[in-house]
């Protein structure tokens, strides 16, 4: 189907560590770093979604070795590109000079690997022979900064591969479980005057402990089942890159695993929740410093809104 051809990614310039928080925020570097790993995360200041994607994007296209013109396909990730319309992918499109179809994929912090998913579809059909996958948010921008438990949760940051023919992705699999009590950040409203219902500010809102139980479960039964559909075993997986949300669940889901911890890859200290990015920015991390060597087996596994979630093995 496919193989990653490269990896890229962007983060916004400004950096704030969590003393820099507990600057305005009833919080402190003690409870945000023990609860979730997270020490300091880089938001967006003056940057657009745009800006970070077009990065992210362009470098994936040079590191390639391909002109934005040779590619087919466009997929972005993202749970709120800076337009509602047109979809952020078509943004990056215009941004980069590309003139292939392109559409963005809503999925939370799961999107990459659905977005991922979309793209196989598309390469068994032959339709495609290279793909831009890009994810990004601005999570920052979607928290209400007076609610100490989600805002110091998140940073901001953009992830792209491109994907060529190949047959590198060995197995992959989504879930869905709709839900919006447990994870949800409202639409803004218009402001029609026969509007009745009640004006929603936009901010997200979150029960951290039943995202928690779900997330450790949901990685934990996933590894697995997509270990078994490609015909490994999971104490032969070189790499373990989960969604980064928190590093307690990361390292409850590898301990449930039997996976030792220097197999999981993690960025969440210096990230925070980067949403759908958090998995193509770890991986470009890895890529970039030579960890990867060829023919290692990868799992990639993420849970987010929805509930989403999904799974692959890829053969790198
Ligand atoms: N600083 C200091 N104290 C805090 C903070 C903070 N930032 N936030 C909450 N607290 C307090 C609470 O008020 C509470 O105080 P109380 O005991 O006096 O009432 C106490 O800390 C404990 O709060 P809990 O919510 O019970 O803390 P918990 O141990 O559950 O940790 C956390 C919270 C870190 C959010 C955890 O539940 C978690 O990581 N959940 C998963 C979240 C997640 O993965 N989200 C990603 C979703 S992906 C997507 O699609 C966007």
């Given at each position: 189907m496919f193989k990653i051809l490269s990896t890229a990614s962007a983060l916004p310039k400004c950096r704030k560590t969590n003393d820099d928080l507990s600057t305005f925020l009833d919080t402190s570097d003690e409870w945000i770093s023990q609860r979730t790993g997270i020490r300091e995360r880089a938001v967006c200041t003056d940057e657009t979604l745009t800006d970070l994607l077009t990065q992210a994007a362009d470098q994936a296209l040079e590191r390639a070795g391909?002109?934005?013109?040779?590619?087919?396909l466009i997929l972005c990730a993202t749970?709120?590109?800076?337009?509602?319309?047109?979809s952020q992918a078509c943004v990056i499109q215009k941004e980069i000079g590309a003139s292939c179809p392109a559409m963005d994929i809503s999925a939370a912090c799961t999107g990459f690997i659905y977005a991922l998913d979309v793209a196989a579809g598309y390469f068994a059909r032959k339709k495609v022979k290279k793909v831009l996958v890009l994810a990004g948010d601005c999570m920052t921008r979607m928290?209400?900064?007076?609610?100490?438990s989600t805002c110091v949760l998140f940073g901001d940051g953009a992830g792209a591969v491109v994907l060529g023919e190949?047959?590198?992705?060995?197995a992959i699999q989504l879930t869905a479980n709709g839900n919006v009590d447990v994870l949800n950040i409202p639409h803004v409203g218009g402001d029609s005057p026969f509007d009745k219902l009640p004006k929603n500010q936009s901010y997200l809102s979150m029960n951290g402990k039943e995202v928690y139980k779900f997330a450790v479960s949901s990685m934990y039964r996933d590894v697995q089942i997509v270990c078994d559909q490609a015909g490994v075993k999971v104490e032969d997986v070189d790499w373990i890159v989960p969604h980064q949300a928190n590093l307690r669940i990361i390292e409850a889901a590898a301990h449930k695993l039997k996976?030792?911890?220097?197999?999981c890859l993690t960025g969440?200290?210096?990230?925070g929740n980067t949403s759908a990015a958090s998995i193509p920015i770890v991986l470009d991390r890895a890529n970039t410093e030579g960890k990867f060597k060829a023919g290692d087996l990868l799992v990639l596994t993420a849970f987010g809104a929805g509930l989403t979630t999904g799974a692959c093995v890829l053969r790198w």
């Open positions: 391909i002109t934005a013109q040779e590619l087919d749970i709120r590109g800076d337009y509602i319309t047109p928290m209400d900064w007076s609610d100490r190949g047959e590198n992705l060995m996976v030792s911890g220097e197999k969440i200290e210096n990230l």
